[in-house]
């Protein structure tokens, strides 16, 4: 997972230096801004979570313990135990704090890509890798649009949105529930 995040962040590096070379090549007289859309994170996790898209690790994970405790194995429910941990921690560092949703948006980059294209955005990155932004780019939020991906119930729609009146949980990987 975190292997996964720095590759994530380095990629959203050479895309932003590359919009700065091209930003910067321009020489006409009406500049004009880069367009960055921007998703929070959480929002799409939480309408993923609750969405019929949703393929819960958790009866695979039952099934196996079940068999590994039948077969009275603990090294092997001990890794089932750490396993499900994880998949947990993963989830609530998605839905509550800033983690990555890259792997859940996979299933959707040719509709994303419709979205920017609609929009003119020039990239799509989680409001929470941008870590710094000059007057050359302009911040579009798309996250409803992504959200509406999910087919989301009126219900998750309203729970979501109040997401941007919350800062993410600071490690949000150790809730323990």
Known sequence: MSLSRYFSGAIILVVFASLCILGSSYNSNAQTKQRIGIFDSRSVAIVYANSKFFKSPYPEI???????????????????????????????????????????LDM????????????????????????????????????????DLFEPSEKIKENIKEMPQHEPVKDAFFIDD
């Open 62 to 104: 039952k099934k196996r313990m079940d068999a590994a405790k039948e077969k009275k194995d603990t090294k092997e429910i001990a890794k089932i135990e750490y396993e499900a941990k994880l998949h947990q921690a993963i989830l609530h560092d998605q839905g509550f704090g800033k983690g990555s949703v890259n792997t859940i």
């Open 108 to 147: 959707y980059k040719d509709k994303i890509a419709s979205i920017a294209k609609a929009e003119n955005l020039n990239v799509v990155v989680s409001k929470w890798e941008l870590v710094y932004n000059n007057s050359d780019f302009e911040l579009v939020d798309i996250t409803n649009k992504i959200v």
